[in-house]
């Protein structure tokens, strides 16, 4: 600690303790940003403290959470990123902060479960208003549902567990028409794969907890748009809810991204050659995959994407709920587990989640989502085959 006024003893041992360190001169310059803790932040003047313009508090952010958010904002294609907790934190944050009671939502019925359940849950009591569009509806057919209490509609494209694509440049101009904002669950084109801001989304939101974080070690989601008005009153959302992340999680996060292309290129890489292996199984019915030709939304997804992930599903042929589970249960190399994006490929079998759907689509057998990681895809190809196998096996009478 600095030296005590002229005239003054010195403090005792335990204040010197406690302000020991706290005068830390200039940093030296390191690849990544200083990685600050705290919740007080110290201010150089007693003016300052009332100055809006810098941190007075940690909760909103300090180093590493506006490095983070600068990121993601490159990433999308705006300013800087809002944090949140989680990928469904920032779902449910942003309807939280754009609609208020006597509103009505458009949400797309292919939209991630949790998100359903929210809107299905929370939104109605709070006076919120729900439908679902189908999510191969047209443009025409989303703006005719809309009426004069219609705020917000809700895409995902491509849905989380059936891939549907949806016109997202003429869902939007028709909105904009109306005055109704959009807000799309970007988790899977990550920025790098779909830019909707570009194509005229007001709000892109997606799960950090995916292909940022890229390691299934940490949860985090973003929000990102262009319109001041509407950022700002997502801004006041986040003030007045008390919403922060840690400093340590926007680190990891922010690790992620430096690595984020290279990455998704190779997840994207290894599932085109998967997806075109299973095209030709007996045991598979239809690859859900919009990157090949034929499958449904093929046309949008090369218009408005950039490229693939490693997600997509798999329509077996008909068979009993115990051949899906012999099928899954004999994939070493996949996981079982909910999520995605990570280096690990996973496996979860869908049907039981289609059941929720206000039209639950017809594939005429089981419907199996399978995330390819980073492992070499023969290996994956030879755990598929021997899963497609023992599903064969257990579909024989």
Known sequence: MSKPPSGRKPPAKQTRLLHAGGAVGAEVKTVAPPLQRGSTVLVPDAKALYDTSKPTYGRLGLSMQTALAEGVGELEGSGPARLFSSGLAAITGVLLALLKSGDEVLVTDSV???????????????????????????????????????????????????????DIPAITQGARAKGILTVIDNTWGVGLLLEPLALGVDVSVQALTKYVGGHSDVFMGSACGDDPKVMGRIDVFLRDMGIGVSPDDAYFLLRGLRTLEVRLARHGQSALQIAQWLQDQPEVRQVLCPALPGAPGHDLWKRDFKGLNGLFGVVLQPGSPEAVEAFIDTLPLFGLGFSWGGFESLAIHCDPQLAYR????????????????????????????????AYGLACQP
């Open 358 to 389: 206000t039209q639950p689509p017809a594939y005429g057998g089981p419907l199996v989502r399978l995330h390819i990681g980073l492992e070499d895809p023969a290996d994956l190809i030879a755990d598929l085959r021997a899963a497609l196998d």
């Open 112 to 166: 991630y479960g949790p998100s359903r359940r929210f809107c299905d849950n929370l939104l109605k009591r709070y006076g919120v208003t729900t439908r679902y569009f189908a999510p191969d509806a047209s443009a025409d057919a989303v703006m005719a549902m809309t009426g004069p209490s219609t705020r917000l509609i809700l895409l995902e494209s491509p849905g989380s567990l059936t891939f549907d694509i949806q």
